[in-house]
Structure formats: C-alpha cells, structure tokens
C-alpha cells in the first residue's frame, strides 16, 4: 500500500527529469489517495465536501489533452509527476502535479465515459473526480471552451509578435552569444565527411543536444563553410498536436537569434495549390520542438535565412477523414516538389527526425542494457541500409511489415525529404542516447545523421 501524505508535499517541487525551469503547482488535499494493490482500486484518504452536481459537459465526459508526464520530486525523495502542456496554453509554465498511482486513472479520460461510470469502474469518489478534472480544464488539458479560449489567447500573443516562442531554440543558449559558441564546439568536434557534389538535403535528429548533440554537428558538418541558400524547408514531426494532416504556418519562429521569418513568397506557391487547409491546424506548433530546435543551427550554419515549416505525418497513417480538410502526404509531396522547381534561388530540406524509442518510458517492460542496445541498432542499421537504397516503397513496406516495434517517429519526414529532393541517402553517422544520461535505462532513443546528395 502506497500512503501519499499531503504534509509531505512542498509548494513547489524539483524536476528531477524534464525541463529545469518548471512552475509547478499541485492539486488540493483531497486529491491524495493510496491504492490497494490487490484491486487497484482507488480509496480516499481524506473525505472531501460534497461539490455542486452541475459541472459542464465536458467536464462530466472528460477528454484530457496530450500531456508529458515529467517526473518530479520533493526533498523527501518522494516521486509525482508533473503534467506538461507542451504546447504551454496557459503562458506561465504552470503543471498541475499528481501522485503517480492517478496516471492510470487519466487514460480513462477519452471523452466516451462519464464521470459517474468512470467512478464505477476504478472506484474513485465522483466529489474527487469533480476536482481533478476542474485542475485539468483549469490548466488547459481538457478538450472544451476553456481549452479553445486558451488557444485562441495563445494564438493572439503569436499574431501580436509575428513569431512562435523560441521553445526549444533556446535550449542550447539564452542569447546569440552563448548558442553560436555552443554550437561550434559541437561542429569543431564533429569529423568532415569529405562529401563531394551537391547536398540537397539532410536528416538530423530533434533530439535533446545533451543527447544528440554529436548526431546534429555530424549532419551540419557536411555544409561547406560557405554554402549559400535562399530558403531553408523543415519538415518536423507532429508530436503532441491535434492535426493529422500536414500542418503549416506563415508565422515566424523565436530564436536566441531574434526572429526567423517565413518565406511567405515561397508558402504562396503552397498555398495555391493546397489551399488554407494547410494552416487549419498551426497551433499544434505551440507545442512541437522538431522545428525550433534546428534554428540555433541553421543560423550558425547559413545565417538567419527564411524557414519554411511544415509537420509531416506518416503516409502510413491513413487521415482521420477524408474530407479533404486537411492536407494529405501524397498531396503535400507533388505540391512541394514541385514550388521547388518553380521558385528562384537555392532550397534545402531538413528532415528533422528521430530513430527508434525503446524502453519502459515508451511503454517496453524490460530497461534498456547492453544487449538491448545492441538489439536495437542492429535492426536500426538494417531499416536505415533499406532508406539508404532509395527505395521509399521498399523502406515504408519494411516498416509496415515489422510493424514499426521500435517506434520510428519521424517515418513521414523522412521518405518526404527523399522523395522531394530526389538525392541519394548516405550515411555520415548512426548514435544513440548515451547510457551515462539514462543509468536506470528508462530510454533508448536513436538517431542518424544522413545527407542527400543530387545524383
């Protein structure tokens, strides 16, 4: 039995994973619980008043957002989590933190149950529940009104600076200073590859630089120091977002740099083709890092170039509808290519793209150890030998046979990026998250710096 005391709970807590500046707020006494663990079953460890009946009706059918769970502790040792909008409606950073036993209780919130048979089925007090989902609308993690005027305030405050936040541009330095030095560190470490022709592309990860910071320099690297373009295209990945389709936007992103300006010229061909349905869902960029996390290098690399973004599903993954709402692959793949080919100057691509996630944090029993890492990349290296050859039939055919058990997360962005750019994978360097940032093996995430080349 597992007794969370609410005298042990400190006003504000210490991320012991996760981001470092994290405000943390937590909910009241009586969301305290323990849990049997014979049945699971959820028991209140202090009685709570009765609450008014007449709640909203979303809050009575509770959709709960996508939210990461960031472990945190307090001085006892004592771990919670803390539930991140990563898209950070709210504007102040805030997180509603709850014992871990209640993860389990949240997966039930999928907007098909009420709370009435949500309390019949885990044996939580409804009065309790009442409240959990009154903190969760109140953080923005609810699908409802509250949650729409938060993004709609979110979106006004990006219209008003003409920008993104910065997000995870600013993770490798605060300012232009610090980030340029980091970042030549990173490349004065990293091996030229001695690349000849021209690059038309590359994959890079989107991974954390305390991780994948060698994997970035590897990717960067291969451009000459005076390698000159017009407009850079980053095609990310769609993490937490609500948009299946490709997912655009004519905003700029904030940078340790100042602010990297869309190519509106260039999204104007786009947008001809495709129409606004490519922007119906941009505020999934709130939340999305797979493109601000590049900015630091690319202005280092090329200076502050336009930067076209654009989110990429799989084209594996079927849309949710078929509409036509939203922007398909197949359609999203002719339009680029060929805006391409129509407009002046030089474009690159950069597929912003992780490799595989093993281990307990993304759903695995077994922590990640020696064998398992070698597992891993021995199978790594056999899908990336398939993308090397330049057959996206025969790659996406691979994936969908294996049933994609190591959770490639970035499948669509890059077969887009070869299938735009026409150039020829090669491989400068495979990694993966070092054993020294995870010793409990919570998690394995691999990544690939390749680059394509024009035949």
């Known amino acids: 039995m597992v007794m969370i005391d609410q005298s042990r709970l400190p006003q504000r807590l210490t991320p012991t994973i996760g981001h470092s500046h994290l405000n943390l707020s937590l909910l ?81 919130f999928q907007g098909e149950r009420t709370l009435e048979e949500i309390s019949e089925t885990t044996g939580a007090p409804r009065d309790f529940l009442v409240q959990l989902v009154t903190v969760l609308d109140d953080a923005g993690l609810l699908w409802g009104p509250n949650c729409d005027r938060l993004e709609k305030e979110a979106m006004d405050r990006v219209r008003a600076s003409g920008a993104f936040p910065a997000g995870a541009a600013n993770s490798i330095g605060q300012d232009a200073a610090e980030a340029t030095a980091s970042i030549r560190s990173f490349l004065d470490a990293a091996e030229d590859p001695e690349l000849e022709g021209e690059i038309l592309g590359i994959v890079a ?85 797979s493109i601000a996390i590049h900015l630091p290098w690319i202005h280092t690399v090329f200076g502050n170039v336009p930067v076209v973004a654009a989110l990429v599903p799989s084209p594996l993954v079927p849309l949710l509808s078929d509409d036509g709402a939203r922007v398909s692959f197949d359609e999203f793949v002719d339009a680029l290519r060929d805006s391409i080919a129509a407009a002046p100057g030089r474009t690159l691509i950069i597929s912003s793209a992780d490799l595989s996630h093993v281990g307990p944090q993304f759903g695995d029993e077994t922590p990640i150890g020696a064998e398992i890492r070698k597992q891993v990349e021995s199978y790594d290296r056999s899908l990336l030998a398939t993308y090397l050859e330049g057959n996206m039939q025969s790659f996406l055919h691979k994936v969908t046979r294996d049933g994609n058990h190591q959770r490639w997360c970035s499948i669509g962005n890059m077969t887009a990026a070869k299938l735009i750019t026409g150039g020829l994978p090669e491989l400068v360097e495979y990694s993966q998250s070092p054993t020294e940032s995870d010793p409990q093996g919570n998690a394995l995430v691999s990544s690939a710096a390749l680059v394509l080349m024009k035949v």
């Not at 699971?40 to 709960?64: D, G, N, Y």
């Not at 709210?90 to 036993?101: L, T």
């Not at 980053?234 to 300006?261: E, K, Y």
């Open 205 to 289: 990860p989107h991974l954390d630089y305390g991780r994948g910071g060698k994997t970035y320099a590897a990717a960067y690297k291969a451009f000459g120091a005076e390698t000159k373009v017009d407009r850079i295209v980053v095609l990310g990945t769609n993490h937490f977002g609500a948009g299946d389709g490709v997912v655009m936007s004519r905003f700029g992103f904030n940078s340790p740099f100042g602010i990297f300006h869309a190519d509106t010229a260039f999204i104007d061909l786009l947008h001809k083709k495709l129409g606004e349905r490519l922007f119906k869902d941009e505020v999934d960029y709130l939340g999305e890092h």
């Open 28 to 108: 009241d006494m009586n969301a305290i619980f323990h849990i049997e663990a014979a049945d699971k079953t959820l028991q209140p460890a202090i009685h709570s008043p009765t609450l008014m009946e007449q709640i909203p009706a979303h809050r009575e059918r509770p959709h709960v957002r996508q939210f990461m769970p960031i472990a945190v502790e307090n001085p006892e040792k004592k771990v919670f989590l803390a539930l991140r909008d990563p898209a950070n409606l709210r504007g102040d950073g805030n997180s509603p933190v709850i014992p871990p036993e209640l993860l389990p209780l949240l997966s039930l």
